[in-house]
């Protein structure tokens, strides 16, 4: 029967160092594994958000331009309405003091446009000319129905269009706004005049 040495325990079995040096290597190996992996992972996490970031900002720069494009319009609506609306009231205005210069031309006409009146007439006379009112028709002008209200009618040998032979009653426009048309007589050429000028012309060919 053997005895025990006192003082000395049983040791634990110690790998040798060869066994301890793969262990560590495995371990070592296997680390880098995995941090390859979740590097990879943050990685495309990184990406989608980019791509998210992304797609929410075109969103977001799309929204923009588009207010931008509306509000110009906006813009230009209000403008066009605003000088639309000006126009108007100016052209009302204009309108209901054309008889007072229809009656100032008459005077003028007749010699009447003297002392403090002539100065009252031509004082409103360049106020409205600077609101932009313009006075248009004169003789010999070739008829236009757009601007012109044909009041009598007649024929003449002289002429070889319908022609605005007096004016009756001056127009009047605000920039190409006609407020009043002019009120003319006019006069066509005679009936057989131009056959007559053509025979004429043959004849006069004839002879040469």
């Known amino acids: 029967m053997s005895e025990e040495t006192p003082g000395f325990e049983e040791k634990p079995d110690v790998p040798s160092g060869d066994?301890?040096?793969?262990?560590?290597?495995s371990e070592d190996a296997a680390?880098?594994?995995g941090d390859a992996n979740g590097t990879q992972e943050a990685d495309a996490g990184l990406t989608a958000a980019l791509d998210q970031?992304?797609?929410?900002?075109?969103?977001?720069?799309g929204d923009l331009q588009r207010l931008q494009a509306e509000y110009q319009n906006?813009?230009?609506r209000v403008e066009r309405d605003r000088v639309t609306v000006k126009e108007i009231a100016v052209a009302s205005l204009l309108s209901d003091l054309l008889p007072v210069l229809d009656d100032i031309g008459?005077?003028?006409?007749?010699?009447?446009?003297?002392?403090g009146f002539k100065s009252v007439a031509e004082s409103l006379e360049t106020v409205v000319a600077k609101m932009g009112l313009q006075q248009f028709g004169k003789e010999g002008e070739p008829f236009d129905?757009?601007?012109?209200?044909?009041?009598?009618?007649?024929?003449?040998?002289?002429?070889?269009?319908?022609t605005?032979?007096?004016?009756?009653?001056p127009g009047y426009r605000i920039g190409e706004r006609t407020i009043r048309p002019a009120?003319?007589?006019v006069a066509e050429p005679q009936p057989g005049s131009t056959g007559k000028a053509e025979e004429s012309d043959d004849s006069e060919k004839d002879s040469e």
């Open 106 to 115: 008459r005077a003028r006409d007749h010699g009447e446009l003297v002392g």
């Open 19 to 25: 066994a301890a040096e793969a262990a560590e290597s």
């Open 53 to 61: 970031a992304r797609a929410a900002l075109a969103e977001r720069t």
């Open 183 to 185: 009120r003319v007589a």
């Open 74 to 76: 906006y813009r230009r």
């Open 164 to 169: 605005c032979v007096a004016i009756l009653q």
């Open 145 to 162: 129905p757009t601007i012109h209200e044909a009041l009598m009618h007649s024929y003449a040998p002289d002429v070889t269009e319908t």
């Open 31 to 33: 680390a880098p594994a």
